[in-house]
């Protein structure tokens, strides 16, 4: 969905200088005048039935905002509540605000209560509260999900934190399964997935600075970082590219992305995401920065490097030989869904000599009488491919897995009987698809890598494969996250991060955090390889 910035007020002509605003008047849905603001600008006064119409005429035709009219018995002044139904508890506003104020009954204390200062300090029974005086900041509490208390007679008005909408469950992240390992997953309730990370990271050097993005939505958004750990011009980074955001709305984390992305144009996302805690805390320990968007169970985590695309939480909680293989797998996974399709072309079409007699004789006999040549076989099953995976995403669950499990094997088995393409070609692609799998970080950008390096085959060879390679790497090698190089710690190679890249040493030997992301405190533990047995 595209979206256009909002211009920038100053930078628009006055009606003056603007040279149509004199010529004919332009008509039509486009250029239709549009309506006042519909804000409540300036102050909140003393007279409430002033400050209730003015309620009334803003929320028009909002069948869920209530306004509750009541009498403070103990002040004789008349009062309103007013809420958005939904956003609210409303036990607590009868516990915290109504039953307070209309059975306030203190001997010798009614009286002496002439403020909102001596209202919320005296009669209130709630915690979260805030003195208002603009219709602004009422508005946005309102938004937000609080209640705002008004009584005739005070101008300003109270702001009740009272918030409990309705919200999911904390379960166990569907994209990110593992075996052995925490299984809390992020909601989409911004203070739910700071809380989380809280229960994680016992220390006050935790930091969650919060900031609304969009005009129209006002998406609350937390940068979460260790102030004695992340780089400080880091941090800064991050707070201007969100500052810098001026749209009309966020409705996710991955909206999010694409305005403060270091490489915009380039296939490999330079900011990662996870819907796991534990993951984000320990991230955060590395010495990088998250982003947390309300209405959204992705937390963002910047700098990211290549090398974590390889990597999963698992992999520091099984023992170091295994992790260090599954992680081999993953690159070999990369490599074969990659370039196997381009590789098969490239052998069929420009250099039989290299495949081995018996090998090539079964090929020939499989693509005989078939009315494609190896190219065309090989797109048309990538394209099939590719249906049969968005099928199987966008319907329900039990049918999408019959369509992508039962449509794959009918369709391919169908394809071979019938002539359209040989067995070879589609066990190449389903190995492409099985490997693509394995790495569902760089799944997306492996689909479009896949056939640049398939189109180099067809028109070069096993050249156009080595060229193509190449090019992935050097673009690789240039690119930045947040002033962090991508390619970190390979190229240029910082053999102290080297530990936790490709391979994954033991979890004593990490004793300083990642060199390329400058942390403030760069020693992670003292601990050394345990040694028990010879101290007994």
């Known amino acids: ?15 003056a200088s603007d040279p149509a605003a004199n010529g004919p008047k332009r008509t039509g849905p486009i250029f239709a005048a549009k309506p006042a603001s519909a804000g409540w600008s300036g102050a909140i006064n003393a007279e409430l039935v ?94 937000h999900g609080d209640s705002l208390l008004m009584i005739d007679g005070m101008a300003g008005g109270i702001s009740i934190s009272v918030r409990g909408w309705e919200r999911r469950n904390i379960s166990e992240p569907q994209t990110e399964t593992v075996v052995f390992g925490p299984r809390e997953g992020f909601t989409e309730t911004i203070r739910v997935n700071t809380a989380l990370l809280r229960r994680r990271i016992y220390t006050n050097d935790l930091r969650m600075e919060t900031m609304t993005i969009g005009s129209r939505t006002q998406t609350p958004v937390a940068i979460s970082y260790l102030s004695e750990i992340a780089d400080p011009e880091i941090v800064e980074d991050v707070k201007r590219r969100l500052s810098s955001v001026d749209v009309d709305s966020i409705e996710n984390s991955g909206a999010l992305i694409e305005y403060i992305e270091s490489e915009p144009a380039s296939l490999f996302e330079t900011v990662s995401y996870t819907e796991k805690p534990d993951v984000v805390a320990a991230q955060l320990l590395e010495g990088r920065v998250a982003i947390l968007v309300d209405g959204s169970p992705f937390a963002l985590i910047v700098p990211t490097l290549f090398v974590e695309c390889f990597q999963t939480a698992e992999d520091y909680s099984v023992r170091t030989y ?43 006999a499989s693509s005989e009488g078939l009315p494609f040549p190896s190219f065309i076989e090989t797109a048309l099953m990538l394209v099939i491919f590719e249906i049969l995976k968005e099928a199987g995403i966008r319907l329900p669950k039990p049918v999408g897995q019959a369509i992508s499990i039962v449509g794959a094997l009918v369709m391919g088995q169908a394809a071979i009987q019938a002539g359209l393409v040989g067995a070879p070609v589609v066990i190449v692609i389903a190995l492409t698809a099985v490997a693509s799998f394995a790495i569902p970080m760089l799944s997306n950008t492996l689909t479009l890598l896949r056939w640049f390096m398939l189109v180099m085959a067809e028109v070069f060879g096993g050249y156009g494969i080595t060229l193509g390679l190449l090019a992935i790497f050097v673009h690789l090698a240039s690119l ?57």
């Open 1 to 15: 969905m595209a979206r256009a910035n909002n211009a920038n007020k100053s930078n628009k002509p006055s009606p």
């Open 50 to 143: 002033a400050n209730i119409a003015e309620l009334r005429r803003v929320f028009d035709k909002c069948s869920d905002f209530v306004i509750r009219e009541f009498h403070a018995s103990g002040m004789n002044r008349d009062a309103v509540v007013a809420y958005i139904d939904g956003l609210v508890k409303h036990e607590f506003i009868m516990d915290n605000v109504l039953k307070p104020l209309i059975v306030y009954s203190h001997e010798g204390d009614a009286d002496g209560i002439d403020s909102l200062e001596k209202v919320n300090a005296r009669a209130l029974l709630a915690s979260g509260t805030k003195l208002l005086y603009t219709g602004d900041d009422a508005l946005d509490a309102l938004l």
């Open 322 to 364: 295994y992790a260090t293989f599954l992680r081999i797998i993953r690159l070999i996974a990369f490599f074969v869904s990659l370039i196997a399709p381009a590789a098969y072309v490239a052998l069929a079409s420009r250099h039989q000599e290299l495949i081995p007699n018996a090998l090539l004789f079964t090929m020939a």
């Open 480 to 536: 930045k996250s947040f002033g962090v190089l991508y390619m970190n710690p390979i190229a240029p190679i910082r053999v102290s991060d080297l530990k936790d890249a490709l391979i994954r040493a033991p979890l004593w030997s990490m004793k300083y955090r990642p060199v390329s992301l400058h942390p403030l405190d760069s020693a992670r533990q003292n601990s050394r390889k345990p040694d028990f047995e010879k101290n007994e």
